[in-house]
């Protein structure tokens, strides 16, 4: 792990207690964070659970990997020291969520184990799920909204996952969401199940 540049700077522990955060909020933060290929359904299952969370009363929130890109991380481009850079951002931003008591879900095709291996590590035990949003590369093209992998293909666009850059896929992830084969209530609640399952949270 990296040390801060700054060495006149402390640690400033809370008063409150996370147990006594959890009483008052009425429910455990989390990072459930999705990963996968550009268009396998990251976002719109993310936004999904999100709203399933929330009309059951439990605070949640998605961080959403290209809109992190229009202010936190706009300038970061898709290098691969970028893209370890914009993760380790997300995850320090996941993690704050996290302790105020948050579920935060993220929507990031993350392509490198060690990047969300990373963010598993500075988040406490028991309260980070990788959540691998599976669904075959052909899949992916067929849906492609913004016309991204015709793009890559034509190499109009480098460094692109997939394609032009590597996607590591995860080796044992707490959630695998096959998007080819369910609909995305199914898929959503896929993850509510999973945090019920883990007390996180109660359906």
Known sequence: ?????????????????????????????????????????????????????????????????????????KDLGFSPADRTENIRRIGEVAKLFADACVITLTAFISPYRADRDSVRAITPEGTFFEAYVQAPIEVCEERDPKGLYKKARAGQIPEFTGISAPYEEPLNPEMLIKTGEGSIDECAMQILKELAAKGIISL
């Open 1 to 73: 792990m990296s040390q801060p540049k700054s060495s006149n700077i402390h640690w400033h522990g809370a008063i409150v207690t996370p147990e006594e955060r959890q009483a008052t909020v009425g429910q455990k933060g989390a990072v459930v964070w999705l990963t996968g290929l550009s268009a396998s359904g990251k976002s719109t299952i993310a936004r999904r659970a999100e709203q399933l969370l929330l009309e059951r009363g439990h605070s949640a929130y998605v961080l959403d990997g290209d809109n992190i890109r229009f202010g936190l991380n």
